[in-house]
């Protein structure tokens, strides 16, 4: 399995920014995916996940209402569609895909269920 991230970069506070995150290896569709971030010298934390359907989503209470994840199954294509970003939201921002087909969205908040992870894309946010 491997996952492509990209759409990294440095915008002001208040801005947006849109992650995409591309995906081969495996029946895409059959799998939740999610989004973590790491800031430097901090543990890598749970931003988003969506179901293999779409229809459900789970984020961490730090990017609630701010922060929406996508999909697209036939492009095999996971998105993180960022606003209202702030300083805080500076780090390396990483995809992440499931051991199981059977992970729910709200399962991958817990980063024992990720088997395979993407190399990451930097976003830098300023004040």
């Known amino acids: 399995v491997q996952l492509q991230a990209s759409g990294g970069g440095l915008v002001q506070a208040g801005g947006s920014l849109r992650l995409s995150c591309a995906a081969s290896?495996?029946?895409?569709?059959?799998?939740?995916m999610g989004w973590f971030r790491q800031a430097p010298g901090e543990e890598r934390e749970f931003v988003a996940a969506?179901?293999?359907?779409?229809?459900?989503?789970y984020y961490a209470d730090a990017v609630k209402g701010r922060f929406t994840i996508s999909r697209d199954n036939a492009k095999n294509t996971v998105y993180l569609q960022m606003n209202s970003l702030k300083p805080e939201d500076t780090a390396v921002y990483l995809c992440a895909s499931p051991s199981w087909s059977t992970t729910t969205a709200q399962a991958m908040g817990d980063i024992r269920r990720i088997a395979y992870w993407g190399q990451g894309t930097l976003v830098t946010v300023s004040s």
């Open positions: 290896g495996r029946t895409f569709s059959s799998y939740a």
């Open positions: 969506i179901s293999w359907s779409g229809v459900s989503t």
